[in-house]
């Protein structure tokens, strides 16, 4: 049994699950196992330091599976600013047929993967942003909520909110993104108007994501309340895991008078939270995660985890909800 959907059918997959675009975290090893579990497994452009290591990750991609892939792209503020159009230029060039995009102000980019007859999953965390990219000509939306890792934007409205608004207000479908990792949370979001999940930290948290053992052991150790938000007074909100450094960053931010991005940018930078991800020292920088790192409780392959959110899905609809419907007269 399989659970169709638009996703499923305009993608061409078997499952509704998207692996969601991560910094250091998606590449060809992740991304080929989540295709290969029958998902849509996503590789991260930015994660490749230039657009031909990116060209080079794509080819090395499509030699670990035959499914379907995507890319993702994230236009937000960076130190050293990439150079997004000559990345665009080898998604295209590569012959990618899915980009998942996300940041501020992408519609260069939509339009331009449009053009090119790439299908673009727009990830965004309002609903004003959902209608302003629908009419860019997005295929899809990903609605991501408050409780997801990275950038969650400013509003701080969960998917509770967010995912039945979505179904009202947009014209195409949507996925939901932000808090989701197993089954129950497939059926919400299927229930709620998504035709489809992404998953960003469950799996981080997965034999085949390229981090150190260490960091996933420490993720199947925290709780739903070891995450924090930093960057909020910069107007650049992040959901990273509660470490000491994340701890730092937000007490800098509360010293009267504030702070600036130079204050903090030696202890937030990207180069030194990926030698969490390679050292295993959960203390080291800064890593994202989300809310879900709470429901997190093993380490499976990625294929195991696909099956069973999708089997724990079917139950909960065909099990749970279809058994609470009964005739009156039973009563
Ligand atoms: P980086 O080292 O350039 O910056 C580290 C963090 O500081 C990032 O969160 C960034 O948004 C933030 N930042 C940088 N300059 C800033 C400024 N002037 N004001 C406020 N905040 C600022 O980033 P990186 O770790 O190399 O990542 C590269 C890009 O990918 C960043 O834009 C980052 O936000 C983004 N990202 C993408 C994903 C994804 O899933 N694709 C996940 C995490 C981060």
């Not at 692996?19 to 998606?26: A, L």
């Amino acid at each position: 049994m399989v659970i169709q959907t638009k996703l499923t059918k305009l993608v061409g997959i078997k499952h509704p699950i998207v692996q969601g675009g991560m910094q250091w975290v998606g590449t060809a090893e992740l991304a080929s196992a989540v295709s290969n579990a029958g998902g849509l497994g996503i590789l991260t452009a930015l994660t490749q330091p230039t657009p031909e290591h990116l060209r080079n990750e794509i080819r090395r991609c499509r030699a670990m599976t035959k499914k379907p892939f995507g890319v993702n792209l994230t236009i937000l503020p960076t130190i050293t600013p990439p150079p997004y159009g000559e990345y665009s230029d080898v998604i295209i060039q590569e012959g990618i047929k899915v980009v998942e995009t996300a940041g501020n102000n992408p519609g260069e980019y939509i339009k331009k993967f449009r053009a090119a007859g790439i299908f673009v999953i727009h990830k965004c965390t309002t609903i004003r942003h959902a209608l302003s990219a629908q009419r860019l000509g997005v295929d899809m939306l990903s609605i991501d909520g408050f409780e997801c890792a990275g950038h969650p934007g400013e509003d701080d409205v969960t998917g509770l909110i967010l995912l039945p608004l979505a179904a009202k207000a947009l014209n195409i479908p949507f996925i939901a993104s932000g808090g989701f990792g197993d089954g129950t949370g497939l059926a919400a979001a299927l229930a709620l108007g998504a035709e489809g999940i992404n998953m960003g930290t469950r799996f981080l948290c997965t034999q085949e994501s390229p981090i150190h053992n260490n960091i996933k052991e420490h993720m199947v150790n925290a709780t739903e309340r070891d995450t924090t938000l930093i960057f909020r007074t910069l107007h650049n909100s992040a959901r990273v895991f509660r470490n000491k450094i994340a701890q730092e960053v937000v007490s800098i931010e509360r010293k009267p008078g504030g702070a600036q991005f130079s204050d903090v940018a030696p202890l937030v930078s990207g180069q030194r939270g990926k030698l969490v991800y390679e050292n295993g020292d959960p203390d080291h920088g800064i890593w994202s995660a989300g809310q879900i790192v709470g429901l997190i409780k093993d380490i499976p392959t990625c294929e195991v985890l696909v099956k069973r959110i999708v089997q724990e899905a079917e139950n909960t609809i065909r099990g749970r909800l279809e058994g609470m419907i009964v005739t009156e007269a039973k009563l």
